[in-house]
């Protein structure tokens, strides 16, 4: 009976851990889209990125390449669109261009403003979405919270730094990136935040051990079938 009921309690800690990693879980390779405009906007002011907004989605260019089309050659403003987006169009629009249809559309790598875009400041892009989810948490009134029992277990990353180290930061350090159970291959399926995986692993020792004795028996029915 008590391990039955543990089973149960692990489930339930599995279940509310997918729900509370859930807006952690970007992956690195999603930030190849352009840099979302209100997580640039956290530490820079709105005049310092103008020239710098992809002319397709309107966020912060990310590898930025600069339309070179000689149709656009009176136009005052920056012709920057992001690399990711620039593909994206041209595969649904072959040999035009974003700016206005033509064919023979000519663009080039921007160095200059991929330099600019990579030192701008940011906060870490996982702390920037848990402010947007807390946002729509806190549309909920403090009354139906208390109502649920649901408490706001803010877990705060401090980073800081520039655009170009965010990668790096996201895969290597970042206290809010989501990691799976140490004991995942034996069949715990557990997923949290980095930070709670040692209180998770030091609370289900008996389950973890349960799970690599099942799964030692299994090896050894294995065996004895093929001797």
Known sequence: ?????????????????????????????????????????QLNKQESIRDFICLICKQVANNPMEIDCPQHKNMDESLIVGENCLNQFLNQNPNSCPIEPHNNCLYSQSRMARRYINELDVICLRQFQQKQEQKQQLQMSTQQRHEKGETLGIVSC?????????????EHSCCLQTVKCWFG??????????????????????????????????????????Q
């Not at 990693?21 to 930030?31: G, M, V």
């Not at 709670?196 to 004895?224: E, G, R």
Request: charged share 30%; hydrophobic share 30%.
């Open 158 to 170: 401090n980073f800081k730094g520039k655009v170009k180290q965010v990668n790096d930061h996201l």
């Open 185 to 226: 291959s034996f069949g715990c399926n557990y997923t949290c935040l980095k930070y709670a995986i040692h209180d998770h692993l030091t609370s289900n020792m008996k389950l973890h051990l349960d799970l690599v004795i099942k799964s030692f028996d299994a090896l050894q029915q294995t065996i004895q079938q093929y």
């Open 1 to 41: 009976k008590p391990r039955t009921k543990r089973k149960k309690m692990s489930k339930m800690e599995e279940e509310k851990s997918k729900d509370n990693a859930k807006i952690y879980s970007k992956s690195i390779t999603e930030q190849q889209a352009c840099f979302n405009k209100n997580w640039i906007l």
